[in-house]
């Protein structure tokens, strides 16, 4: 129970602290201060030096402080992505169990008919599902380290509904289903091209 507590409050501190730097709350440059930011939390200050690190590795903040990525940053993020979820993506139409695909097609299926909150853990489900077929723990690794940046990319495209995101996951799942690894492969790369593009123009808009 105190470690499930633990773990709860880390995640709190983890989720609160990415989504005020994520959102411009805490700006670029501003410097952490646990003390302030457990007191505002409600946490000790454990679960905050903790949740300082893990985005220390996600390059949200260095040196305790706030660091915001650029346009820069964000189009060789996606390069990165392109290139390992698009060999996840061959690989799967392969590799990936008949289970597994059910679960993919759930994930499509909540895409279609969930809450906007259903819909964003439908959206990193899909792609972790993908993922994790591979097996890979290099590649597990390096997209971990991203998982910040690629809340902001998921936030935007599915609260600001894209057009054909949904429908980009289903073609997809069927070409995984139909074990097709040049389809899957060229799909998901077109699918995260279309994610960037989006992103880049929603947040010229802003």
Aim: proline residues 2%; charged residues 30%.
């Amino acid at each position: 129970m105190k470690k499930n507590a633990s773990q709860s409050a880390y995640q709190h501190a983890y989720e609160s602290i990415r989504d005020k730097v994520l959102n411009g709350e805490i700006a670029g440059g501003t410097k952490l201060v646990e003390e302030k930011l457990a007191k505002e939390l409600g946490v000790s200050r454990t679960p905050i030096r903790e949740a300082i690190r893990k985005l220390e590795q996600e390059d949200l903040i260095q040196d305790k402080r706030v660091v915001l990525p650029t346009e820069k940053d964000m189009r060789e993020i996606f390069q990165v992505r392109i290139l390992l979820e698009g060999f996840a993506a061959r690989a799967s139409a392969t590799y990936m169990s008949e289970e597994a695909i059910e679960e993919l097609q759930k994930c499509v299926d909540i895409g279609r008919n969930g809450t906007t909150e259903e819909i964003m853990k439908a959206n990193k489900a899909f792609h972790e599902i993908i993922l994790d077929t591979n097996n890979n723990k290099v590649m597990i690794k390096i997209m971990d380290r991203m998982q910040s940046i690629i809340y902001l990319f998921r936030k935007t495209v599915v609260y600001h509904k894209r057009p054909h995101l949904i429908d980009e996951h289903d073609q997809i799942c069927q070409a995984i289903r139909n074990r097709n690894p040049e389809e899957a492969e060229e799909l998901m790369k077109k699918h995260l091209e279309a994610d960037l593009a989006f992103f880049l123009h929603f947040m010229g808009q802003n």
